[in-house]
């Protein structure tokens, strides 16, 4: 069962366009809401999080768009650059019995930026 | 910025020899750090939580006798692959809890590709 769903699987977006990506989640005892950016051949970075008590953070470029009762968050990557070509996984988590957080991750999409 | 330090990126292998990935938070203390595994153009998948000191809690249908995990300090925890077959070919990524146990932000190893012939 995929908790976490993404889409698109991938997307070309011309340069100084603005990338959009966006994921649902089912379980509601999520309560953070992390987006990751992985190159390939490395591990994945944190970019942006978000709590699900604000609608909106903006970092930069980066936004996170949060719909609490829709039970979906998009990223927006603005004036996407050539650079910003890598994979990007949206990720839910939440504390589990053992007092840690347990991130499930979506199935990523790839986007490529052409110049 | 926080530094998780994942050796080796790369190694080959024989099928039935056994692999020790390494896995190091650098400048931080982590009670807790997590194996995952990613197969190309797939998402990650957690295979277990390791916690200092004590068992590590593997998730359903990963075989702990296969994939034998260490967290011996606050700054190491090992995942060894055991009697290595082609199908756990595979790339393999770590990441550490610093000891706040928040989970906001997770750092991640840079992955350890395993190759077995």
């Known amino acids: 069962q995929q908790q976490v769903k993404q889409s698109p699987q991938s997307l070309i977006v011309q340069k100084g366009g603005i990338s959009i990506i966006n994921c649902a989640y089912e379980?509601?005892?999520?309560?953070?809401f992390p987006w990751y950016q992985q190159f390939p051949g490395k591990g994945p970075a944190l970019l942006i999080a978000i709590r699900p008590d604000v609608s909106e953070k903006k970092e930069g470029r980066f936004t996170i768009s949060f719909n609490k009762s829709a039970k979906q968050f998009s990223l927006h990557i603005m004036d996407s650059q050539p650079g910003d070509s890598a994979t990007y996984f949206c990720?839910?988590?939440?504390?589990?019995?053992?007092?840690?957080?347990?991130?499930?991750f979506g199935t990523g999409t790839k986007l490529q930026v052409i110049p | 910025g926080a530094v998780v330090s994942q050796h080796p990126s790369r190694v080959i292998c024989k099928s039935g020899t056994s692999v020790k990935i390494e896995c190091r938070s650098l400048d931080f203390q982590a009670t807790t750090m997590f194996w995952y595994r990613q197969f190309p153009k797939q998402s990650l998948m957690l295979m277990a939580t390791s916690n200092e000191g004590s068992k590590a809690t593997y998730e359903q249908g990963v075989e702990k006798d296969k994939f034998l995990i260490n967290h011996a300090s606050l700054t190491l925890s090992t995942l060894t692959v055991t009697s290595a077959h082609p199908e756990d070919s595979s790339f393999y990524i770590c990441?550490?809890?610093?000891?706040?146990?928040?989970?906001?932000?997770?750092?991640f190893g840079s992955g350890t590709q395993l190759s077995v012939l």
């Open positions: 990720a839910a988590s939440a504390t589990n019995s053992g007092g840690y957080q347990k991130v499930t």
């Open positions: 990441s550490a809890d610093p000891l706040t146990g928040l989970g906001e932000k997770l750092f």
């Open positions: 379980n509601t005892a999520f309560d953070y």
